[in-house]
């Protein structure tokens, strides 16, 4: 049982407008992933088909209902099927587009949100500014935001003369901040991305209580983490693979090192150069 090409593709597009701005569990996705590999049985299919199909339970397909705003499968099931009845004044996605192309698609869009909100970069290079003039400049970012930290540490830390990368929360994390701050640091640079640790918003309200001003780099401006910061900025992440994709935050994180770089005082701009001649004189990167 299932429907034509047109009419697959047209449940599919139905789907990826559900399943964005939503956040689902690793379980939860594993069925979104399974519905969407299969738009073409999608109406069909009972929430005991999916949950054999994906080795779940029955409840557990109820509740990928319930967080996407249904009262239940059924009337989950009814708004696909209205999908494919009227078109809901959707557009059906290509069908050459298979369902990585289609999650790919998703990134595509979240780059331009990042692009469009950059419109005026005033803010971004105001924050840019305060993080250059911090000695020493903490980063924060706990588990599936460590990476980011430690990318923008590294960049960064080619002309800032002072990055603490701190990736280990709890005591480690509050000690880290505390000397920063008695060496003088007046902003903590923080990342934080779904799922948000509790220790991260833990860390962050240490870091106000030492005096030091916290910038933070997320998915969702009214978070939970906002309240703990001075200023946030803001990257889309796409929930529609199997784990988060940070394609948006980590242009935003480069686009964040950039501007810090060239608000910092030309000598230690100088210093990106100076590298670069030493580089080349160790051969420390194979030839293009």
């Known amino acids: ?45 009972t ?40 078109g809901e004044g959707m557009e059906a996605e290509p069908a050459e587009l298979n369902p990585l192309q289609a999650m790919v698609n998703s990134e595509l869009r979240n780059l331009e949100l990042l692009r469009d909100s950059l419109g005026d970069t005033r803010r971004l290079a105001e924050v840019a500014a305060n993080l250059a003039a911090s000695r020493p400049l903490p980063v924060i970012g706990l588990r599936v935001s460590a990476p980011l930290a430690h990318l923008f540490g590294y ?20 000690d880290t901040l505390s000397r920063a701050r008695e060496a003088g640091a007046g902003w903590v640079l923080a990342f934080g991305l779904p799922r948000y640790p509790r220790e991260l918003r833990d860390g962050l309200a240490w870091a106000r ?10 998915d969702n ?34 686009a964040l090192v950039h501007s810090m770089i060239y608000a910092l005082p030309a000598r230690e701009q100088a210093s990106i150069e100076e590298f670069e001649n030493t580089a080349a004189e160790r051969r420390l990167f194979l030839p293009e």
Not at 60 to 81: I, K, M, N, Q, Y
Not at 155 to 173: E, I, Q
Not at 209 to 218: F, I, M, P, S, W
């Open 1 to 45: 049982m299932g429907v034509g090409v047109e009419d697959a593709s047209r449940v599919g597009a139905c789907l990826r407008q559900l399943l964005e701005g939503h956040r689902l569990s690793p379980s939860q996705r594993r069925i979104a992933r399974h519905l969407l590999e299969r738009p073409h049985e999608a109406v069909f299919m």
């Open 47 to 86: 929430s005991v088909d999916i949950a054999e199909a994906v080795g779940t339970s029955q409840p557990s397909v109820t509740r990928f209902a319930f967080a996407l705003g249904f009262t239940g499968f059924p009337e989950f099931r009814d708004h696909l099927r209205a999908a494919l009845r009227e």
């Open 155 to 174: 960049l960064a830390a080619k002309a800032h003369p002072d990055v603490r990368v701190v990736d280990t929360p709890g005591s480690t994390l509050e």
């Open 209 to 218: 209580r030492e005096g030091l001003r916290v910038a933070l780099v997320t």
């Open 221 to 254: 401006s009214v978070g939970a983490l906002a309240e703990h910061a001075d200023v946030v900025l803001t990257a889309p992440v796409s929930s529609q693979f199997a784990f988060d994709s940070q394609a948006a935050p980590s242009v935003l994180c480069a």
